[in-house]
């Protein structure tokens, strides 16, 4: 018997696939696209309402001491809000704010992607793993930026046009530009690696966040203790409070000292806290990429 032509032979359909012709990104079109979509995660673009509610509500708290500050300048000629006015003392009269902002979404960037197994797909070329986690921190750490950096700007800014001699007010506040800039990408670099560092060892979001607040919190509230304590313990103080270490950083990098910081109870070297941060971020940058090493394609 026979077999017909047409039960042997197969019939094949144009279903209108074509091969794509346009350009080729490569590396740095994949790392641009991961840092673009890392930004809209962290501020939460495009997702719901509640997503959006605390990176921009930390955003505008951070902002509004320096709104404060600006208007008593220019409503009460000669006032002045010394806790809020000094670009010195800004980033820590706020700097609850940041932990808050990094638990919230430094695990939107690194959990879920590492849950729901996508990573292959981040590691098939031409990105690798390193730039994966390159990406990643310069999305955390340019969102951090609009805490760290953007109200100190506007202070500044505000300070220049209230003065009477706006010329003259450019001269005088320009010298605290490089500290303003330097003291902002410090917080925001070493913040995103640590968030990033404990966001990465956990299986959910909820873990994470609550890692990085109990390392805010557990250490603020020992600084504190050891201060009232005083003696050797009050010197240690600042090496247990996250806030405090990044403080005397700044303060042995850019200079100006804050009354409320841990640093003022420490007879501690300031080289030591530049020395401390410097530990911390590689520890931070090792776990990651041994993390990302790890994790099979």
Request: net charge positive.
């Amino acid at each position: 018997m026979s077999t017909s032509p047409e039960a042997t032979t197969g019939t094949i359909y144009d279903i209108g696939y074509r091969h794509y012709d346009g350009p080729r990104l490569g590396r740095r079109g994949a790392i641009t696209t991961v840092i673009g979509g890392g930004l809209r995660a962290v501020f939460g673009l495009g997702r719901s309402g509640r997503s959006k509610i605390i990176p921009w509500g930390a955003v505008i708290l951070a902002a509004l001491p320096a709104f404060v500050a600006i208007a008593v300048r220019v409503l009460v000629p000669g006032g002045e809000l010394p806790g809020l006015a000094t670009y010195d003392s800004y980033l820590w009269s706020v700097s609850a704010l940041m932990p808050i902002f990094v638990a919230a979404q430094a695990p939107e960037l690194v959990v879920n992607d590492i849950r729901h197994r996508v990573l292959p797909l981040y590691f098939s070329r031409p990105m690798g793993r390193l730039d994966y986690v390159a990406a990643k921190l310069a999305a955390l750490a340019l969102g951090l930026l609009a805490i760290t950096l953007l109200p100190v700007l506007l202070l500044f800014l505000g300070n220049v046009l209230a003065a009477p001699d706006v010329v003259g007010a450019i001269g005088d506040e320009s010298g605290s530009l490089p500290a303003i800039f330097g003291s902002g990408l410090l917080h925001a670099v070493v913040l995103a690696c640590i968030g990033l560092a404990i966001s990465s060892l956990a299986g959910r979001r909820a873990y994470a966040a609550g890692a990085v607040l109990a390392l805010y919190l557990i250490g603020s509230v020992m600084g504190a203790i050891f201060s009232e304590i005083g003696g050797t313990l009050a010197d240690a103080s600042p090496f247990v409070d996250l806030m405090g270490i990044l403080d005397g950083t700044r303060e042995w990098l850019f200079g100006g000292s804050v009354a409320e910081s841990p640093v003022r109870f420490s007879d501690a070297p300031l080289a030591l806290y530049g020395l401390a941060t410097g530990v911390i971020t590689l520890v931070c940058v090792a776990i990651l990429a041994i993390r990302y090493r790890r994790i099979s394609t």
